[in-house]
Nanobody, 124 residues
Framework: QVQLVESGGGLVQAGGSLRLSCAAS????????MGWFRQAPGKEREFIAA????????TYADSVKGRFTISRDNAKNTVYLQMNNLKPEDTAIYYC?????????????????WGRGTQVTVSS
């Protein structure tokens, strides 16, 4: 089992920045690819970003490319999501997830473990 706890969400004005963190415990963190997803009210959970086990490869949804950056610190068992130039449409609950696969996957159903999420609200 891997336990994931997100933090860093909050209320921010459009154009502002937030940095989300996801702390992992349980099994070896570096054995998992990590992803960030979000879910807005009435919408399906969508992929945002993912990084490989060592952090050397990342991928992003087009909607956040150039504004969000995923990174990880395996020594601290933590994955981050730096979010810049936030827009009202970024408002959602943000989740981190762990995937045992050795390749990056975008579908939420492929991920093995999930955190409970952290709310991000961007005001216009």
């Amino acid at each position: 089992q891997v336990q994931l706890v997100e933090s860093g969400g909050g209320l921010v004005q459009a154009g502002g920045s937030l940095r989300l963190s996801c702390a992992a415990s349980g099994r070896t963190f570096s054995n998992y690819a990590m992803g960030w997803f979000r879910q807005a009210p009435g919408k399906e959970r969508e992929f945002i970003a993912a990084t490989t086990r060592g952090g050397g490869t990342t991928t992003y949804a087009d909607s956040v490319k150039g504004r969000f950056t995923i990174s990880r610190d395996n020594a601290k068992n933590t994955v981050y999501l730096q979010m810049n130039n936030l827009k009202p449409e970024d408002t959602a609950i943000y989740y981190c997830a762990a995937d045992r696969a050795t390749v990056l996957r975008l579908a939420p159903a492929m991920y093995d473990y999930w955190g409970r999420g952290t709310q991000v609200t961007v005001s216009s």
